[in-house]
Structures are given as structure tokens and as C-alpha cells.
């Protein structure tokens, strides 16, 4: 079986840290929205994706640590890696979908109420 560079695994160790703190931040947002109150439910939803990223982040993790070990059966443990890291990403796009849902929702509550601010001024 080839062999995966250390170069490579290394970059895909590096990669899964990087997307460990994006779930982080990704399940932060989610606790603000839900703090927010008014969209509970998504930003329940944005958290658990957040977790979701984290857990797939951290397997990633293991399998491009694995591969750097690894005589002669590195290519197996990078493939790992990289599927982990393909259902990190969905999920972190998933997230991103609600997140520009809560925001298109506080953008037309708020158009709304300039709008009503206005009209009631006589502008």
C-alpha cells in the first residue's frame, strides 16, 4: 500500500485542530442564540452541529496522529482521517444554514419594525 507523506499528516493533524475550534465556536454560537430567546430551537440545533464537529474533528485527530505512526499502513489511517473530516464539514455546513436562517429572521423582525417606526413618524 503507498505511504502517506509526514508532510500530509501532519497538514491533516493541523487541519483537524483548526476545525476542533471552529466547532467550538460554532457550539458557542448556539448557546448565544439560544440566550437570545427567540430561536431556542435552532440554536439548540447550531450547538449540537458544533458538538457534532468537534467529535468528528477529534476522531480526524487520532486517525492523522495514527498515520504519522504508522509503517507501511499510513494511507489506510489518512483515509480515516480525511472521511472524518468530510462529516465535519457537512455538519459545520448544516450549522451555517440555520445560522443565515436566524439571521435572515432577525434582519425581517427588524426591517419590519424600522418600517412600522417610520410609517407611524409620518416619514
Do not use: P, W
Not at 13 to 20: D, G, L, Q, R
Not at 48 to 68: C, D, I, M
Not at 78 to 105: D, N, P, R
Amino acid at each position: 500500500m503507498h505511504e502517506v507523506s509526514e508532510e500530509h499528516a501532519k497538514l491533516a493533524e493541523e487541519h483537524a485542530i483548526v476545525s476542533e475550534e471552529h466547532g467550538k465556536s460554532t457550539e458557542e454560537c448556539g448557546k448565544a442564540i439560544q440566550r437570545m430567546g427567540e430561536q431556542r430551537k435552532r440554536g439548540n440545533l447550531i450547538e449540537e452541529y458544533g458538538l457534532a464537529v468537534q467529535k468528528h474533528a477529534q476522531a480526524s485527530l487520532e486517525h492523522a496522529k495514527n498515520a504519522q505512526k504508522q509503517d507501511g499502513n499510513s494511507t489506510e489511517e489518512f483515509v480515516k482521517a480525511s472521511q472524518e473530516h468530510a462529516q465535519e464539514s457537512q455538519q459545520q455546513l448544516k450549522a451555517l444554514k440555520e445560522c443565515g436562517k436566524v439571521l435572515k429572521e432577525r434582519i425581517n423582525k427588524n426591517r419590519k419594525i424600522l418600517d412600522e417606526r417610520a410609517s407611524n413618524s409620518g416619514l
